[in-house]
């Protein structure tokens, strides 16, 4: 599941120098979104390259009776502003903040009617979680809005519980909070979570604690497994590929690879210092160029296939992940082992790696280098009953030998 995490810097905050601040603080943190006033747009357009969501508060738009007069003409005065925002919100100085009344039948509702005549444009409600009847207006304003803003005065779970439960996959629901520690309990509420977090803080340390917050929600965690070396033979010479990220990889940190997606062999990073070369902290000496090498999104891709710009998923020993930008791919003829390895379940999968002290997997007894295994030495893989097909798990009977 994708998170995001959004950022509140309309009028409500402080003037523009306090909004400007809070924009850039996203922006430098990785945000997704900002929340701005229609006024803002273009000038947070020049500040960087970010989601825009631009607050609705015309008169013409939040009052029903004013809604013919609208259509006929009142709409085109904000064309300029409206092509520059990616998502239009209503729900400010309307219905959806309490500054106008609710209706008693939703029909008659103003910031839903605004909500329709919003379609060229993705549509965001805005919603004060103020009493069960502002639950039911959240419910109906998620049939119509691509997002769904829900803001609760004491933050409490108990709300958020109830509109993920009978929130449908139609709308992005995004709690309203004011820290990072909020933010996370949103993302893990009923194990299913918010889809997004809308932050109204200004600390730029607490924007880019939230922003952590979001990447550990979407990370996989991996049960990996130890396996027993077989065999380690030499195996000649093969084009070698080293992968180096645009990221500093941790001392318990690397990639998983291998000749069969089945199994793939946990691979360290070169974070340890060598007589022989100083550290490459950025570094996955990552095996042959048939190998596959794991991504992100739970896929894999032949490590001859990655460039600079690609993915890869980072994975400790405990099986955390991250991920790292691949900026640059190096491809030399190397001397290689043949490493053969028994699962947990009686599976044979294998792997080359370089003939090299520097390249390092993790045994039993911790960080070993390949010129060191010996047959019925334990080391991490992790062991998937799948197959393989364009990099996609697939259903079917394909033999790995």
């Known amino acids: ?50 989601n825009v969501a631009a607050f609705r508060t015309d008169g013409d738009v939040t009052l029903v009776d004013d809604i013919d007069d609208a259509e006929a003409g009142g709409a085109s005065d904000d064309a300029e502003s409206d092509a520059q925002a990616d998502a239009i919100v209503v729900g400010k100085a309307g219905e959806g903040d309490a500054t106008i009344d609710l209706p008693e039948d939703f029909s008659g509702s103003a910031d839903l009617s605004t909500l329709r005549r919003n379609g060229d444009f993705e549509r965001g409600a805005y919603v004060r979680i103020l009493g069960k009847e502002y639950e039911r207006f959240a419910e109906t304003a998620a049939e119509e809005a691509d997002h769904t803003i829900v803001v609760g005065e004491d933050w409490t779970i108990i709300p958020l519980e109830n509109l993920i439960a009978r929130i449908g996959d139609e709308t992005d629901l995004v709690a309203g909070v004011t820290s990072a520690e ?68 941790e001392h318990d940190e690397g990639m998983l690879v291998g000749s ?70 190096k491809i030399e003829q190397r001397p290689m082992f043949r490493i053969a390895l028994e699962t947990e379940d009686g599976d044979r999968v294998e792997t080359l790696l370089q003939n090299a002290e520097t390249i390092k997997v993790a045994a039993e007894e911790g960080r070993k280098a390949v010129t060191d295994l010996e047959a019925g030495d334990e080391i991490l893989l992790y062991a998937e009953n799948t197959a393989r097909h364009f990099g996609e798990p697939v259903e079917e009977s394909i033999i790995e030998k």
């Not at 809308?198 to 991996?222: F, H, N, W, Y």
């Not at 902290?281 to 891709?301: E, I, L, S």
């Open 260 to 329: 069969m997606s089945r199994g793939l062999v946990f691979v360290h990073a070169e974070t340890a210092e060598s007589p022989y070369v100083a550290s490459r902290p950025f570094r996955v000496n990552a095996g042959a160029v048939h190998a596959y090498v794991r991504t992100p999104d739970g896929g894999t891709k032949y490590l001859s296939e990655l460039q600079s710009g690609d993915e890869v998923q980072v994975v400790d020993t405990d099986g955390n992940t991250r991920e790292a930008i691949v900026g640059r791919v």
């Open 182 to 249: 909020e933010a996370k309990t949103a993302f893990e509420t009923l194990e299913i979570g918010s889809d997004a977090v809308l932050l109204d803080s200004g600390d730029p340390d607490e924007i880019r604690k939230t922003v952590e917050m979001r990447d550990q929600a979407a990370r996989e965690r991996l049960e990996l497994e130890y396996a027993e070396v077989l065999d380690i033979e030499r195996a000649g010479s093969a084009d070698r590929v080293c992968v180096d990220t645009g990221s500093l990889l």
């Open 1 to 50: 599941m994708t998170r995001a995490v959004w950022v509140k810097a309309d009028d409500t905050v402080g003037d523009w120098d306090d909004r400007r601040a809070r924009i850039t603080a996203a922006l430098e943190a990785g945000a997704d979104w900002v929340l701005v006033d229609e006024d803002d747009v273009s000038r947070v357009r020049e500040l960087g390259d970010i």
